[in-house]
């Protein structure tokens, strides 16, 4: 029993004389902070105290799933391995990212959206330690706004005679089949 509590008291005293656990440390910015839906957006930032070699990122905003989406497709949310990443350079901590908003998957639209940085892989309800870092952005409409094609005037008249010439198809087969 003696060595028992003996035992104790070591391993108090080597835990309480431990180095403490280097705090971990986040920065994001978007440049630019307003931007056009179609712009390219550069993400950066730093991060200390962590020896993860990549940094996860997502975005919230209007219309998203609460947890945070992807910033390649916004119809897949945040958490069971599926985050966008950036790596880190393992030299000063500071990563990059660019995000081509005129490729991804989902529908992007006007409003102020919060871009969220990690260092590890758990999504906006989900954190466990406050360590990420945020920054807002708001995106305007498109600069460039998709251009109607004019449908030719023709293709009405074209589907029409379609139409027409389906049903009198059918109506000639269905004569011979009943034996008209």
């Not at 307003?34 to 919230?60: E, M, R, W």
């Not at 390649?72 to 990563?95: E, R």
């Not at 999504?123 to 920054?135: E, H, I, S």
């Not at 251009?147 to 009405?156: A, H, N, Q």
Request: net charge negative.
């Amino acid at each position: 029993m003696r060595w028992a509590c003996t035992l104790l008291v070591v391993a108090a005293i080597l835990l309480l004389s431990a180095p403490a656990a280097a705090d971990v440390s986040l920065t994001i910015n978007a440049s630019p902070q307003q931007a056009h839906i179609g712009d390219i957006v550069t993400i950066n930032g730093t991060v200390k105290g962590s020896p993860t070699i990549a940094v996860y990122l997502f975005v919230t905003g209007p219309e998203l799933d609460p947890r945070g989406v992807t910033l390649d497709n916004l119809n897949i949310p945040t958490g069971h391995g599926l985050f966008t990443t950036a790596p880190v350079h393992l030299s000063d901590g500071s990563w990059t990212y660019s995000w081509d908003t005129s490729v991804i998957l989902g529908t992007l639209k006007p409003g102020t959206y919060t871009l969220y940085v990690l260092d590890t892989p758990v999504d906006r309800l989900r954190f466990v330690r406050a360590d990420y870092a945020t920054t807002e952005i708001e995106f305007l409409p498109s600069d460039n706004p998709a251009t109607d094609t004019p449908l030719d005037p023709m293709l009405p008249v074209l589907a029409v005679g379609l139409t027409v010439a389906g049903i009198c198809c059918a109506g000639t087969l269905l004569n011979r089949k009943n034996g008209g």
